[in-house]
T-cell receptor, first 112, second 112 residues
């Protein structure tokens, strides 16, 4: 089975801090995604990457950046965390085609 | 109009009941379809793919209606453990890029 690992399950940060969320997948998938999920708003795509060093903005990229230096690792960066970035962040991996998306367990971030 | 729409619910049903959810999609170029299940404070997990001819997995039946652009999920003999949020996912094209669109989910609560 594909495994997608998010290293931090729960984080509490202060406004203005820089935050790194790490995601690693073990199945050599080209495509990796970062979503945030908020009550009533569903899953919203922040960024995705379809290859090493390649990235594209999703629907809500403002306030975020990403890094994909190795195929297995996709990092989400909050340069200066704000309270409205308090959310559940979900990383996912996808091989393409009609195959399915596999999610990590999520990182619940609280910004005070 | 949202690309993928679901009734948020909640659907409150007694154990043993049959319940059905619909999900409508706006892009007729959509090619593949999935139902995911998400338990409270957990990541979404694949429940089943939806095939053109319809498919069944135990108590769960998924249907696709391309003419009316919706997919459905039918759950028979509901169990308490079926309580969760059900997300429909639509793949616009099989490139694996930013083609996966999620509905906001339908919450099901099965009551004893």
């Amino acid at each position: 089975d594909v495994k997608v690992t998010q290293s931090s399950r729960y984080l509490v940060k202060r406004t203005g801090e820089k935050v790194f969320l790490e995601c690693v997948q073990d199945m050599d998938h080209e495509n990796m995604f970062w979503y945030r999920q908020d009550p009533g708003l569903g899953l919203r795509l922040i960024y995705f990457s379809y290859d090493v060093k390649m990235k594209e903005k999703g629907d809500i990229p403002e306030g975020y950046s990403v890094s994909r230096e190795k195929k297995e690792r996709f990092s989400l960066i909050l340069e200066s965390a704000s309270t409205n970035q308090t959310s559940m962040y979900l990383c996912a991996s996808f091989p393409g085609g009609a195959n399915v998306l596999t999610f990590g367990a999520g990182s619940r971030l609280t910004v005070l | 109009r949202k690309e993928v729409e679901q009734d948020p619910g909640p659907f409150n049903v007694p154990e043993g009941a049959t319940v059905a959810f619909n999900c409508t999609y706006s892009n007729s170029a959509s090619q593949s379809f999935f139902w995911y299940r998400q338990d409270c404070r957990k990541e979404p997990k694949l429940l089943m793919s939806v095939y053109s001819s319809g498919n069944e997995d135990g108590r769960f039946t998924a249907q696709l209606n391309r003419a009316s652009q919706y997919i459905s999920l039918l759950i028979r003999d509901s169990k308490l453990s079926d309580s969760a949020t059900y997300l429909c996912v639509v793949n616009l094209r099989d490139t694996g890029r930013r083609a996966l669109t999620f509905g906001s989910g339908t919450r099901l609560q099965v009551q004893p």
